[in-house]
């Protein structure tokens, strides 16, 4: 669709482009660009039964997967076998050491959300603060407690352990 290529493989149309691989069995998998400009990825194994899935493979091993519910698995290919009320994200492979890494500056956070705006979109938090080395959890967004970096406990309210409660 294009006279003058500037990469390897350039596709280009009027409308949608797009770059379909059939099965050959009816499913198939796409990648394409929409009316309005959104980039995305497809698949389809043609059977009509919520079995469709995106693989990310690196060196032949799956290192990723998208299942069609949107559940993501990385490091696994068994997102939809954990609790459902929380498998839209899991990480690891279920042996050795696992882990997630946020890697940040001033702080690090996890929000918890029951909207999209103003306060409803981080109403929870999990925070650390990096310049300071102090882990802060919020509940209806206002601080319920902080560990500071010698490891001494405050609650909200003004309730400061300071050491005196022993592990």
Sequence with gaps: GTSSPD???HLSDTGATNIKF???????ALIGENDGG???IQADDGNNS?????VFQVDDSETMRIDSSGRVG????????????ANN???GTGSGSEGMTIYGGGESNIFFADGTSGSDAYIGRIEYSHTVD????????ANAMTINSSGDLTLSGG??????VNS
């Design 7 to 9: 990469t390897i493989l």
């Design 22 to 28: 059939d099965t050959g069995e009816g499913g198939y």
């Design 38 to 40: 959104d980039v995305y």
């Design 50 to 54: 919520a079995n469709s899935k995106i």
């Design 74 to 85: 990385i490091g696994n290919s068994i997102p939809s076998s954990f609790n459902g009320g």
């Design 89 to 91: 994200l899991v990480v």
């Design 134 to 141: 102090n882990m802060l959890f919020y509940v209806n967004n």
């Design 159 to 164: 309730v400061d352990f300071g050491g005196a």
